[in-house]
Each structure stands twice: as structure tokens, then as C-alpha cells.
């Protein structure tokens, strides 16, 4: 390249033979080639430079350090207060997102580190020896200026010694605290792992030995203390004066914080003495009992039946749900658990509470026989607890009492409908047996004229009858089997038809007192059911006024009282407020028939509606009057209870029977129609009549019975016989059956019929209600007739099916 340069200025002076041109010429070229050399040199140092960038992973292993006793915390940071590097004990201190001088700590601190950020890029280096952050933790913090271009800042922060954590809270019991502690009836210690004293309160020191200035460093806690047969801590040098304690130990070591090992200071412990102020004849003192009174007012609110004993059973407390298990009031706790159960159950439960309240804590269960529920075992649960003065043993119970109830309930609602299965089964037994007799008096009257000797007699049976029949009408009614024939009405219209009877009923001596709410809602109910309804709780309430009730509790009223109908309207909103395991939430119209009388006896309530259940005296009561009620209502779709009217003092005067019964919406009321009997003055017999029942007597009363009225009879006694008989023939004119036989029952054989002769009509005969027959039976164009019958009932309602089946044919 210097060979060119001089070749060229040669040129450029042959060219021109002016020296100076040259000259000016050669320079600036000289100038030029220097400025190419710099450049090219400028750019290789920067290349060189991007080469040599620092490898930071580098350094986080050089300034690591894993034998520090304590931790020193390292972090880099640029001009821009950017972390760039940090070894493990920064993160674990501090994290990622924070950088000196912006870490976590209160402003005076953030300050100082700032200040010293600023003295490190000036001067080169910055100390701080005290740096305190968010957690209370004391670091000594060193700032140095270094890199190349002194472009990072170098932060060492070195942990000062960690104190105990008795220093950390700063627990000085020479101090005022010991004095406050004292007044409160609690004594302090300090001591170490090995339980030797390191310092007490001079109330610990008084109570000791008897010198308030006495420090007792380097003894054992324990050979101030003493612990009798029963456990309980006391001061040794008080002696049998002196009162329990409740020793606490509060430990006052921490773990260790990261990157940091224990100190010999580890292991402190602060000990508390609670004075548990129980001395010989004496009561509890004030700061005791505040501290027994929080425990037991936190006990007093758990669902949970807790009570709490001594070591030698005595009851110490019982809350409420544990008072309501056992079926004590509040204050009628007893003096041991052993008065709580029955007999045979006191020893085993002594031993298990004795047990549990001595030697190590233990816990278990045993089942009981409480003497206030004699027949249903409850489990209740032993668990032995220690420092809590003189409780010794836990006893829990849960309060099954609404359970218990609710349990009652259904087995109540089961028997009664098992009642009523039986009932329904026997009603529909006797009836055929009623049939037979009152059928069997209806053709002998026939034949006997009223001046005949028999003629009375024969009457007498029928009578008879006829009074069995509405027997069973009664427990087809509490069965819920009886025929309903529903309408839409207003209550307090049934109440006004029947109330010129019940006052009659009722005599001059008894108030009857009526009152009505307004806007009640309609119901669908059977009127003459309902007016039955009324008349059986006002004869009941009359019967309650009177010396020894119907409710089984003796009034003294001497027949004089008064008896209340009232009518409400509840809504839906209301009844969820009611709380009901039993009564759904809907809008209702509610009957309250209420007396003055004794009120009902609690071991009567729950036999009250059950099928001849009475309290009157022998041949006075059927017992059937209020299980009559309870059908009804039952099946009319509505609820019913019983209680008593309380007063103020808690005492009964007099019984409440209320009715719920559902409203009703849609229709509106309507007219009771008053229906004509059936009658068979249009037909004029001679037709071919299929009777076919299972039980002899019946059968032979209707077949004599419809032969006398002129019909051609075939007797069956079951449904394969009248199928075999209507194949054979194919004449008859109607089909009378029983629906329930054994074999083919009467629906089934009717069924077989109908696929023959399609229009036959039929007559069913049965003791069961017809609505639940009409369910089960399925048999469209059907009649019914429901058993007893008498002759006449039967004639005649042959004779109006076969005319009704007649017309049709015609039309």
C-alpha cells in the first residue's frame, strides 16, 4: 500500500511539476489510509468485545457458598437496578422479582440502601450496618462497584446472629409482665430444653420459696412442684393448702430459617401456671372461673351432647344439647353420669368413667339404656382429657331427641297403616257374614207378617245387623277404604248444616262458640264424611268436658265448658315457617275443634287414633270415633293433629284436634245435590242373571233373593266355573260377581267375558270401597254394590242395570 502511495504522488508531480500540489495530494491520502485503519481496527474490537461477554452461570458458582454457618446473600445489579446475578441464598431470602436497593423493608431502610446504592457508583463502595427488612430479619449490607466499565454493583448482605426467639419477644420476667401475670394468677418461668430454670417471675419465686428477689437459674422446675394421687399440680412448699395448677408450656424455640442451623438458645420454654383456685372448701377464684366460663360457654353452643367429670365422676358440666339427650331441663344436671341410666347399665358405665378418668388419656364408646328412654340404647362416648384442672373425663352424647321423635312418627305411621290393612281386611270379612244374616232376615220376613211371634225377634237381628254393618263402615273409614263422593265446597257451609245437631248433642251446660276466618279457599271433600268428621270431635270434646273425658285426663267441670269451631286460612309461606317433618307446604283451610276440658294425657297422644283405643269406661265406647276421623281425613287428602292448650304456667286446659285440609283451586263451589234412590219400577224381571260369588251363605241369600224377584239364576262359585258356564251358555242376560275369589278373581273372569259378549252389563259385589276398586279393576261400564245388601238392595239394583243396559240397546 506505501509502495502505491508514492507511485501515485510521482505520477501527480510529473503531471503538474508543482511541488505543492503534491504535496497537498500525498497528505491527504495519508490521512485517508489512517481512517480506513481505525475503522477496521474499531470494528474489531467491538467484535471482539461481544465475544467476551461474561458467562454469569460462571459466576453464581464463584460466589455460591455452602459451609456458611450464616447466610451471606450475594446479588449483581447494573446501572439500571436490573438483577442480574444471585447466588441461592439471595433467592431464598428475598426471591426473583426484588433488587437492591428496592427490597422488601419499611421506608427508612429503603432509603438507607438507596443512599447507598448511590455512594457505591460515586465512591466505589457503600456500608450499611444495619439493614432490617419486612421480616425482621438483621442483615449488614456492603455495595461495590465493579465490571470493566465499573457497570454493576456488587450487594453483599451478611445475616447478623439470629436470636432466640425468647429475645425476638423481648419476654423479660423481672420486668412489670411478671406482676401482671401474678395479679391474674399466673405464674411464669423460662426454662431451657433440659427443663433447669432460667428465669422466673418473682411471683414464681415467692410462691417457691418464699423470696420474691430469689432467681432460681440452673434448678430443675420440678423439684418446686409436687403432683398428688389425682394428678393435679400444686406448689410443693404450700402443701395440702394450696390450690391446683394447670401447667402450660409454651415453646419459644422456632426452626431455623433457611441456610441457618439451630443455636444453643433452642429449646426455651415458656412455663404458665394457672392458679386453678380449687382449695379445701373453697370455690372457684375469679381469673379460674373466667377461664372454666369461656370453655364452658364454647361447650354450651356444639350441637354435640358434651358433659365433663372429675376423676371420681362427679359431673362438672353439661351443656344443653347434652341435658335435652338425657331428657333433664336446664339445672337438673345430677350428681354422677351412673343417675342418668338404668340399673342394670350403672356399674358398667361407674367402671368405664372411673378408667378413662385415671392413667393415661384413652377414649371409647359403650352403649347405654337412659332411665328417661328405657327401650332404645344410645351410644355415649368416654374420652379421658388431661390439664383442665378437675375435669377428668369428656362424655359426649349426641341429642338424638328430634330424632328420636321423628323415629316415633314413622313407627306410628307404619302401625296404623298396618292397623288399617287388618282393619280393611276384617271389614270386608264381616261383611259378607252381614250379608248372609241381614239377607237371611229380609226372605224369613217375608214370610212372617208384624203380628206373627218371630216377626219381633227377626227385626231384633236385623237391627243388630244393620249396627255391625256401620261398624265396619267405621273401619272402612280409618282404613281409607270406604266410598268417597267428593265435591268443591266451603267449610264453613258444612259447619252451619251440621250445627243445629251438635248443639242438641251437646246440651244447654256446654258453650258451643263458632268462628270463621276470612277468605278461606274452597275444598274437595265428601260432605257427609266431613259433617261426620265434626260430629265425632264435638261428641269427643263433649265427652272430655265431662268427668273422666274421652282424652283419659278427669275434669272437674261437671259437664259445664265450652266448645270452639274454628276456621283459618294458612298459606304456603306459613306453613314452611311451621318447620313440618310431616305437613308439605301448600295453602290450606284449617278446622280447629277445641275444648275446656283436662287436655290429653302424653302416654295418650300417640294411641289416640288407633282403632278401638278408648279411654271411657267399659261399654261406653266403641273406640273407633276418632280412628273414624283420621281416615277421613286421611283420605280426603288433608292432615290432622292433636295437642293441648297450655297455659301460661305450663299446665293443660283443654284438648285441640286441628285439621288441615288442602285448598282446592280451579272450581267453584257447588250445590249439595240431593240424589233420588235408585228404583226399578221400569223393568219388570224375567231375565238370566250369571251370580257368581266364593262364599256359600252369600251366594245362596242373592240367588234365593233374585229367584224370588222371578230371575233364572246359574250359580257359580268361582270365575273359572262362570266362564265355563257363560261358554256354554251364551243366554245371560247380566253378570253379578264377587271381585276378590280365590283363583280367577271377578275382574279377570269379566275380562274373559267381554271378549265374547262386548255390551254384557256387570255387577260387582264387594265389601272393599268402589273408588279403590274402580282403580284396580279396570273394567269399563261396570256397576257396584257394596256388601252388607239386603234383598230389596240387590233386586233392585239388578233390575236397574238390566234396564239401564236395556234403554242403551234401544237408543
Known amino acids: 500500500m506505501g509502495v502505491a502511495l508514492f507511485v501515485s504522488a510521482g505520477l501527480i508531480f510529473a503531471v503538474t511539476l508543482n511541488p505543492v500540489i503534491t504535496g497537498v495530494y500525498f497528505g491527504g491520502l495519508v490521512v485517508l489510509l489512517l481512517g480506513v485503519f481505525a475503522a477496521e481496527r474499531f470494528s474489531g474490537a467491538e467484535e471482539q468485545a461481544e465475544i467476551a461477554t461474561p458467562d454469569w452461570s460462571v459466576t453464581v458458582a464463584a460466589i455460591e457458598s455452602e459451609n456458611d ?51 457505591a457508583w460515586r465512591d466505589g463502595e457503600a456500608v450499611i450496618e444495619e439493614f432490617n427488612d419486612s421480616k425482621l430479619r438483621s ?18 448482605l451478611v445475616m447478623k446472629v439470629v436470636p432466640t426467639a425468647s429475645e425476638a419477644l423481648k419476654v423479660d420476667l423481672s420486668g412489670p409482665l411478671s406482676g401482671i401475670l401474678s395479679r391474674a394468677g399466673i405464674e411464669a418461668a423460662i426454662t431451657g430444653p433440659d427443663g433447669t430454670i432460667r428465669s422466673v417471675g418473682a411471683g414464681f419465686a415467692e410462691r417457691a420459696v418464699g423470696d420474691r428477689e430469689a432467681t432460681l437459674a440452673g434448678q ?20 395440702r393448702s394450696g390450690t ?23 429449646g426455651a420454654t415458656l412455663m404458665l401456671l394457672v392458679d386453678g383456685g380449687v382449695g379445701v372448701g373453697s370455690g372457684w377464684d375469679g381469673s379460674a372461673q373466667a377461664g372454666v366460663a369461656q370453655l364452658e360457654a364454647l361447650l354450651a353452643q356444639l350441637p354435640l351432647g358434651l358433659a365433663m367429670t372429675d376423676r371420681d365422676g362427679r359431673f362438672l358440666f353439661g351443656n344443653e344439647a347434652f341435658l335435652r339427650s338425657v331428657g333433664r331441663g336446664e339445672g337438673e344436671l345430677p350428681a354422677f353420669p351412673t343417675d342418668l341410666v338404668v340399673r342394670e347399665d350403672k356399674t358398667p358405665l361407674s367402671d368405664a368413667v372411673r378408667r378413662h378418668g385415671r392413667g393415661p388419656a ?62 280393611g281386611g276384617v271389614a270386608h270379612d264381616f261383611n259378607n257374614v252381614l250379608t248372609a244374616i241381614i239377607g237371611t232376615c229380609d226372605l224369613m220376613l217375608l214370610r212372617h207378617t208384624p203380628g206373627d211371634s218371630d216377626y219381633d225377634d227377626i227385626q231384633q237381628i236385623r237391627a243388630n245387623s244393620n249396627r255391625a254393618a256401620a261398624l265396619t263402615r267405621q273401619l272402612l273409614a280409618f282404613s281409607r277404604q270406604q266410598t268417597l263422593r267428593p265435591e268443591i265446597l266451603q267449610l264453613p257451609d258444612v259447619i252451619s248444616e251440621v250445627g243445629p245437631l251438635i248443639k ?146 305450663g299446665r293443660p286446659m283443654g284438648a285441640r284436634f286441628t285439621i288441615y285440609l288442602p285448598v282446592h283451586a280451579g272450581e267453584a263451589p257447588q250445590r249439595r245435590k240431593v240424589e233420588a234412590p235408585e ?4 223393568w219388570s224381571a224375567g231375565g238370566r242373571v250369571l251370580l257368581v260369588e266364593d262364599e256359600d251363605m252369600v251366594r245362596a241369600v242373592a240367588e234365593r233373593a233374585l229367584v224370588r224377584a222371578g230371575y233364572q239364576i246359574t250359580a257359580c262359585s268361582d270365575g273359572e266355573d262362570g266362564l265355563e258356564a257363560i261358554q256354554a251358555d251364551s243366554g245371560f242376560d247380566i253378570v253379578v260377581s264377587d271381585v276378590v275369589m280365590p283363583g280367577m278373581d271377578g275382574p279377570a273372569m269379566v275380562r274373559e267375558i267381554r271378549k265374547m259378549h262386548p255390551h254384557i252389563p256387570v255387577l260387582f259385589m264387594s265389601g272393599y270401597a268402589e273408588e279403590a276398586l274402580r282403580n284396580d279393576i279396570d273394567v269399563p261400564h261396570m256397576h257396584f254394590l257394596p256388601k252388607p245388601f239386603s234383598v230389596a238392595a240387590i233386586t233392585d239394583k239388578v233390575a236397574m242395570v238390566m234396564a239401564q243396559a236395556r234403554a242403551e240397546k234401544v237408543d
Not at 423493608?105 to 438507596?114: I, Y
Not at 442483615?139 to 453483599?156: E, N, P
Not at 430443675?220 to 402443701?239: M, Y
Not at 408450656?249 to 426452626?255: K, M, R, W
Open 244 to 266: 391446683p395448677q394447670t401447667l402450660i408450656d409454651v415453646p419459644l424455640s422456632e426452626p431455623a430459617l433457611a441456610g441457618t442451623s439451630p443455636t444453643p438458645e433452642d
Open 679 to 682: 228404583t226399578s219400577s221400569e
Open 69 to 119: 454457618a450464616v447466610p451471606h446473600a450475594i446479588a449483581i445489579t447494573d446501572r439500571a437496578n436490573r438483577l442480574v446475578c444471585a447466588n441461592k441464598a439471595f433467592l431464598a431470602a428475598f426471591g426473583t422479582k426484588a433488587a437492591p436497593p428496592m427490597l422488601d423493608a419499611e421506608r427508612p431502610a429503603l432509603e438507607a440502601l438507596n443512599r447507598a446504592a448511590r455512594n
Open 504 to 649: 242438641r248433642l251437646l246440651g244447654e251446660k256446654i258453650d258451643y262458640h263458632v268462628q270463621h276466618d276470612r277468605n278461606l279457599g274452597q275444598v274437595r271433600a265428601d260432605p257427609q264424611q266431613l259433617e261426620q268428621v265434626i260430629m265425632n270431635l264435638a261428641v269427643n270434646a263433649r265427652d272430655a268436658i265431662n268427668t273422666n273425658g274421652a282424652h283419659g285426663r278427669t275434669s272437674k267441670q261437671d259437664g259445664q265448658g265450652r266448645i270452639s269451631l274454628l276456621t283459618r286460612s294458612v298459606k304456603s309461606h306459613e306453613v314452611v315457617k311451621f318447620g313440618s317433618e310431616i305437613l308439605p307446604a301448600a295453602d290450606y283451610t284449617v278446622l280447629i275443634v277445641q275444648d275446656n276440658g283436662g287436655g290429653i294425657p302424653a302416654e295418650v297422644l300417640p294411641k289416640l287414633f288407633e282403632p278401638f283405643f278408648t279411654t271411657k269406661e267399659l261399654g261406653k265406647g266403641t273406640g273407633l270415633g276418632l280412628s273414624t276421623v283420621y281416615g277421613i281425613v286421611k283420605q280426603t287428602g288433608g292432615f290432622i293433629f292433636a295437642d293441648n292448650v297450655m297455659t301460661t304456667s
Open 362 to 423: 384413652t377414649r371409647g364408646d359403650m352403649a347405654v339404656r337412659l332411665s328417661s328412654q328405657v327401650d332404645e340404647p344410645v351410644s355415649m362416648g368416654l374420652a379421658g382429657v388431661r390439664g383442665l384442672g378437675e375435669a377428668a373425663v369428656l362424655l359426649s352424647l349426641a341429642d338424638s331427641s328430634e330424632e328420636t321423635q321423628l323415629k316415633r312418627q314413622v313407627a306410628q305411621a307404619t302401625k296404623m297403616q298396618a292397623v288399617g290393612q287388618l282393619a
Open 139 to 156: 442483615w449488614g449490607v456492603r455495595a461495590t462497584r465493579a465490571g470493566r466499565g465499573d457497570d454493576h454493583l456488587i450487594w453483599r
Open 220 to 239: 430443675q422446675l420440678v423439684s418446686f412442684l409436687r403432683a398428688d394421687e389425682r394428678e393435679r399440680i400444686f406448689f410443693a412448699r404450700e402443701g
